[in-house]
């Protein structure tokens, strides 16, 4: 079983920057992308930025030219640099990663998600 754990949520103020990671594991487990989405109160879940293992990327309007994704396939993590935060950003942001394990069992997990909370 795969397993993502998220970390570097919290409270900041507008204009403020933060970090998130996600770190994958599992046995016989190889990564072909990860990425990021958000869930804001009473909306649905929404893609936020993926990027592949050989690093194409793929970045929602609302946060292009502010965040930037990245990935460490040697240690099976990816990351969101938040910058510039807006209100707006406020969400439960959740890690996904799909791929295979032992090569022909296609994954596709979530993480448990991690608060983001922009004041005014």
């Known amino acids: 079983q795969v397993q993502l754990v998220e970390s570097g949520g919290g409270l900041v103020q507008s204009g403020g920057s933060l970090k998130l990671s996600c770190a994958a594991s599992?046995?016989?487990?190889?990564?072909?992308?990860m990425g990021w989405y958000r869930q804001a109160p009473g909306k649905e879940r929404e893609l936020v930025a993926t990027?592949?293992?050989?690093?194409?990327?793929k970045y929602a309007a609302s946060v292009k030219d502010r965040f930037t994704i990245s990935i460490n396939n040697a240690k099976n993590m990816v990351y969101l640099q938040m910058s510039s935060l807006k209100p707006e950003d406020t969400a439960v942001y959740y890690c996904?990663?799909?791929?295979?394990?032992?090569?022909?069992?296609?994954?596709?997990?979530w993480g448990q998600g991690t608060q983001v909370t922009v004041s005014l």
């Open positions: 996904n990663a799909n791929g295979t394990r032992w090569v022909v069992i296609e994954f596709r997990t």
């Open positions: 599992g046995s016989g487990m190889s990564i072909e992308a």
């Open positions: 990027i592949t293992s050989d690093g194409w990327t």
